[in-house]
């Protein structure tokens, strides 16, 4: 992979991590109500998506960070089934919310490229 993709892909982590303390209703929203403490655990997601993606950028702690970011992806993941299935969220097309469970494999893909 080239420089360019591993910097979008930093970008792309650093920016939603960011994203989860401007925008925490949104990540809370999609918390399934089995999982405990849903501010507490926004919290740690941001900071380990912020965290994760500027590892990407040192080559010293490119592959920890990715490998990170695959762990990262496959925790979350429940949080993208809840949101495909649960009916909280009509508003957001059907297509749209089950097109994110997929897509979380080419993330966890783009990820190993830098393991």
């Not at 507490?40 to 490119?62: C, D, H, K, N, Y």
């Not at 059907?94 to 393991?115: D, K």
């Amino acid at each position: 992979m080239n420089n360019l993709s591993l910097y979008i892909q930093a970008f792309v982590y650093v920016a939603a991590g960011i994203n989860h303390f401007i925008n925490p209703k949104m990540y809370l929203a999609i918390m399934p109500p089995y999982i405990p403490s849903h501010s507490l655990m926004v919290t740690l997601s941001g900071i380990a998506e912020v965290v994760l993606g500027l590892g990407l950028l040192f080559p010293a702690t490119r592959a920890i960070s990715a490998w990170g970011i695959i762990v990262l992806l496959i925790a979350v993941f429940p949080a993208n089934i809840y949101m495909a299935t649960s009916s909280r969220f009509k508003k957001m097309p059907a297509w749209l919310r089950w097109a994110r469970l997929p897509l979380q494999g080419v993330l966890i893909w783009w990820a190993y490229q830098y393991t």
